[in-house]
């Protein structure tokens, strides 16, 4: 039988750890996606003495070069992979996150992780992707990257102003629509993920889900079965009382 591969970036804690650790109890492969060679071995570690089959990468996703070093590793070793999951992402903001306060610098920091980091990770791995027999693509995004949720009056999140963080999740949006209608006739599945607001360094544990309901989310997007869907935002629905489901773009 072979081997199912997911690869996960910012692996080494949060949300991406607690996908490692989901998708290695589901019986696969992961590959812990970490900048920091440190930081990857310790998530490695304690995901391999959980029972999972873990094995750190060094992968900073705003680094084309460490992409391609990836996909070169997997090739050799793999052959293929299964799962991508683009979870890694940077939350900034200048002042009191009014769009007026915005910096051109923050704003180029969020994207090159949020957005392009994952653009330049996904066409790294898309040649292993199309080798495997059910690929799925799971890019991390966010209920704040809707555009109907930020400005529905009514929301919860109407009070939120900040420009770098959400739009970047709003393009991210964006790339995942756009590469689901490119693989639309592949066996390939690409969908955004909406943990809902979960309690880990991003946020200084403010959230009021766990790292591991966040990571719920983009289990169930990397094992999707074969008639589910593609192009979809889906994940946790605070306007909707706290259920799964499709959210808004
Ligand atoms: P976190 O605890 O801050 O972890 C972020 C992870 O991303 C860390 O492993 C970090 O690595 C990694 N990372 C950051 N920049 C990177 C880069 N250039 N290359 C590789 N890895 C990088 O955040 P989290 O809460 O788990 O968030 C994970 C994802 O969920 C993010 O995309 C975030 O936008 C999204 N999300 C989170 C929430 C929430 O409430 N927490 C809600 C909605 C969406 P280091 O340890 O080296 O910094």
């Known amino acids: 039988m072979t081997t199912t591969i997911a690869l996960i970036t910012g692996a080494n804690r949060g949300i991406g750890l607690a996908t ?70 940077i939350l900034r903001a200048d002042g009191t996150a009014l769009p007026s306060e915005t910096t051109l610098a923050t704003l180029r920091e969020v994207f090159e992780t949020n ?57 991210l949006n964006m790339v995942t629509a756009m590469y689901a209608k490119e693989l639309r006739d592949t066996r390939i599945k690409v969908n955004a993920a909406n943990p809902g607001y979960c309690a880990t360094d991003f946020n200084g544990n403010s959230g009021f889900r766990t790292a591991e309901q966040g990571a719920e989310v983009s289990v169930h997007l990397a094992t999707l079965p074969a008639d589910g869907p593609s192009g979809l935002l889906w994940g946790f629905q605070m306007d909707a009382g706290g259920g799964y489901g499709v959210l808004p773009w």
């Open 20 to 89: 490692a650790r989901q998708l290695g109890a589901r019986g696969m492969t992961v590959l812990v996606g970490a900048r920091d060679a440190a930081r990857g071995r310790a998530a490695e570690r304690a995901l391999r003495d959980g029972g999972a089959d873990a094995r750190a990468v060094p992968l900073d996703v705003t680094d084309e070069a460490s992409a391609a070093a990836v996909a070169e590793l997997v090739e050799q070793e793999y052959g293929h992979l299964d799962v991508l999951v683009n979870n890694a992402g």
């Open 115 to 171: 957005v392009f980091g994952v653009v330049a990770v996904t066409n790294a791995l898309l040649p292993l992707l199309r080798r495997a027999p059910a690929a799925r693509i799971v890019n991390v995004s966010s209920e704040v990257g809707s555009i109907a949720v930020m400005t529905d009056p009514a929301g919860a999140l109407f009070a939120l102003t900040s420009v770098p963080y959400p739009t970047s999740k709003t393009a």
